[in-house]
């Protein structure tokens, strides 16, 4: 197998399997190297070794450290430092690196700030502008947190809706994650509606989930039936059960008693 001769960056690593190394050519073997050294995840790899490399040199004091329980100068000096680490690299290319699974082991664990005075700091930058020598400082404005509510106004557009009744139709193989399964749970509760849901098929656990002490989680269907237990308007099938469990008498229970009023019957 030769090398194709292309300087495009995009290189498919791919193409290594089953290579012939011995095969190529010195130019076909440079030309290789070339493409991979242009590769996105090879420059990333070397942006995160020199970043770490820095950040390594700032923070080595703090190696037997712990931060959140350190004085409150420490913490301070911290989070300074960490801004120079940042500052180095440039903020949002040090958090993409950080972030990335197949990077983070060249940097340093960073630690979290705890208290300042007995109040919670969030973050090293928070510490920097709300304490130390920051121009708010005297303010001592951590020392003053306050919870203000706030509603989401938003929009839910169902799979369909039962003729005369307030019955929505929802249709779910499963529920992303815990935040979808809270939109059912408002929905329910701030309108006058119930959710028929039809799931693809029995036992198909919330991955999100805390686990058991036996390993497993709970699954659609006990998710719905604490809905129930709750007092909230919903019931549920499967895609196999669907035409036998329209004919059950819970469900046409369910079904009776959303009917919207102007298509109730008078005595």
């Known amino acids: 197998m030769s090398w194709p001769v292309d300087h495009n960056p995009s290189f498919d690593f791919s193409q290594l399997h089953g290579l012939d190394i011995e095969s190529l050519s010195r130019q076909e073997m440079q030309d290789m190297l070339t493409q991979i050294q242009a590769h996105p995840i090879v420059q990333d790899s070397e942006r995160a070794r020199q970043a770490a490399v820095k950040q390594k040199e700032l923070l080595v004091k703090y190696q037997d450290v712990d931060i959140p ?64 020598d920051s121009p708010l400082a005297k303010l001592q404005l951590y020392t003053t947190r306050h919870e203000f509510p706030y509603v989401k106004k938003t929009k839910y557009v169902s799979d369909g809706v039962m003729p005369g009744t307030r019955i929505a139709i929802e ?28 799931f693809s098929k029995r036992g198909v656990e919330c991955t999100w989930a805390t686990a058991r002490k036996d390993g497993t989680k709970y699954t659609l269907e006990e998710w719905c039936e604490r809905q129930i237990k709750a007092g ?22 369910f079904y009776a008693r959303n009917i919207l009023p102007a298509q109730l019957k008078v005595a």
């Open 69 to 132: 329980n350190a004085p409150t100068e420490t913490k301070l000096q911290y989070a300074k430092d960490m801004k120079a680490v940042t500052d180095d690299t440039g903020y949002a290319d040090f958090v993409e690196l950080l972030k990335n699974p197949y990077l983070n082991d060249h940097f340093v664990d960073l630690q979290r700030i705890g208290k300042v005075n007995g109040h919670r700091i969030d973050s090293a930058l928070e510490a920097r502008v709300l304490a130390g």
């Open 232 to 253: 909230l308007n919903c019931i549920y099938t499967f895609e196999d059960e669907l035409g036998d469990f329209v004919k059950n008498p819970k469900f046409k229970a």
């Open 171 to 198: 249709v779910k193989g499963r529920f992303r994650d815990f935040a979808e399964s809270q939109k059912y749970r408002l929905i329910m509760e701030q309108n006058d509606i119930g959710i028929f849901f039809i």
